[in-house]
């Protein structure tokens, strides 16, 4: 039969190809050591600084890629051979079964024919996975709507941190690099109180989680303690309420709000001296938190230490050493006696007091470069920024790796969690803040294309780094 016949010598010819290839590897073996021995000659007779044991052993180096080349090499050869040897076996099947070279055709027609059908459905069902991507995505951003509700103008330089209190009056507080710390209404938007104590910039604001005490971190490398009493002004009365503004009067009241308050943040009342001063750190005190309870907090610094101190005593606790370069964050668990310290050595620790004999730490490289900051959330959750462009959520309970990822196209600053809501927040260095649910799904992004809203953006996204 004619079929058989043509397969048969069609496998003939390979089986010849083989054989001689492989006779050629053998002799290609067989001259390898010869090859090997004339080369060493030559690197003898050759001038060099290098010794003879190291030229030697690059010479062998050498020759093993030389080797793994020719190997590969060889490879290609061979399955070129059987592409070769498998096409024309095709082509003698076809000649046989349909005779001529219309059979060819009809062969190629055929297989782009299939190559188009399977094109086509890898297409139909790339962009139906693709659809349904976009579209979850799409349905997810827009559960998160943001817009500019109040201004709260008064500082003269940038704000490095801001807090709200967890009791009743409930107000905000900024750190400022103009040396002060503010406290402030938030449905008027007015300056309560000003804290101007601190020789260097105010680096961070925290809050008592029972009494009307703050808690502000400095240059000056102190941290204070001082203590509040404000009054919350009496909100306006909101005009034709029937009637929605639209975008222009809103603009216009919050701008005549702010002209007719000029005055205001010279006539708030101030404080100069603080109830407790806090003094043990060599370097700037970047931040300072209250452990759970309020009578320890714990403060870090650039002298590459966190210390926890008493509160009613003032005294020095513990010194949280083992960093290699400067603290960039600290802060405390809600519920737990946890703290967690982050460093420009690309780490963050994280220190357990739970046990009063037993201190321990635990040190994660999730990082490639300077870790901004590290802050819990309300349930057992860890989320971590860095200068790698990277945000990343972590189980306190399984800490080998995140569980979830977020990459971004900036350096991320100090990140935010929501309490209520568990939506992270990221300012970054190009001046945008960016809100991502703990999953990593990314809600929204602050507008700023509002001259407001740029001062504001740009102020809280200012690098981690005060001066003095």
């Not at 055709?105 to 188009?116: C, E, F, V, W, Y």
């Not at 979850?136 to 943001?146: E, G």
């Not at 050595?345 to 201190?359: E, N, Q, V």
Request: charged share 25%.
């Amino acid at each position: 039969m004619p079929v058989e016949s043509g397969s048969s010598a069609a496998s003939r010819q390979a089986k010849q190809k083989r054989k001689s290839h492989s006779l050629s590897i053998r002799r290609t073996n067989s001259t390898e050591q010869e090859r090997t021995g004339l080369q060493r000659e030559m690197l003898e007779g050759q001038d060099s600084k290098l010794p003879l044991s190291l030229r030697s052993n690059l010479l062998d180096l050498f020759g093993q890629i030389e080797r793994e080349f020719e190997n590969l090499y060889i490879e290609n050869i061979e399955l070129r051979r059987e592409i070769e040897t498998l096409n024309d076996r095709l082509t003698a099947e076809g000649q046989t079964i349909d005779g001529g070279d219309l059979t060819k055709g009809a062969l190629k027609t055929k297989a782009s024919h299939s190559t188009s059908q399977l094109s086509q459905k890898l297409k139909t069902t790339y962009k139906a996975s693709t659809s349904k991507i976009v579209s979850s995505f799409k349905a997810t951003t827009s559960r998160a709507v943001c817009q500019l509700v109040k201004e709260y103008a008064g500082h003269r330089d940038g704000i490095w941190d801001l807090s709200v209190t967890r009791t009743q009056p409930v107000v905000l507080g900024t750190a400022s690099a103009d040396h002060s710390a503010m406290l402030w209404s938030i449905e008027t938007g007015k300056c309560l109180l000003k804290y101007v104590g601190h020789a260097g910039s105010v680096n961070s604001i925290k809050f008592h989680p029972t009494e009307q005490m703050a808690l502000t971190a400095s240059g000056d490398q102190t941290a204070h303690i001082w203590r509040y009493m404000v009054q919350l002004p009496t909100p306006q009365p909101v005009a034709d309420i029937s009637q929605p503004p639209c975008d222009d009067d809103i603009d216009f009241s919050d701008k005549d709000e702010a002209d007719g308050d000029g005055e205001g943040p010279n006539e708030c009342p101030s404080i100069r001296m603080a109830s407790t001063t806090l003094r043990s750190h060599q370097g700037v005190v970047i931040a300072a938190d209250w452990l759970v309870g309020g009578k320890q907090v714990v403060t870090a610094s650039w002298d590459r230490a966190a210390n926890l101190y008493d509160v009613e005593t003032s005294e020095l606790v513990h010194s949280l050493t083992g960093h290699d370069q400067e603290l960039t964050h600290c802060c405390t668990h809600p519920t737990q006696r946890l703290v967690v310290t982050s460093s420009r050595d690309t780490t963050f620790r994280l220190w357990d007091f739970r046990d009063p004999s037993i201190h321990s730490v635990n040190v994660f490289q999730g990082h490639t470069d300077t870790v901004t900051s590290a802050v819990f959330t309300v349930g057992d959750n860890v989320v971590s920024g860095s200068d790698d462009r990277t945000v990343k959520v972590w189980d306190l309970k399984n800490m080998r790796s995140p569980i979830a990822t977020i990459r971004t196209d900036s350096a991320v600053n100090r990140i935010s969690v929501s309490v209520s809501q568990r939506i992270i927040a990221l300012p970054h260095d190009n001046r945008q803040v960016r809100l991502f649910d703990m999953s990593g799904v990314r809600l929204a992004r602050l507008p700023h294309s509002n001259r407001q809203v740029a001062v504001v953006n740009e102020n809280l996204s200012q690098r981690a780094y005060p001066v003095k």
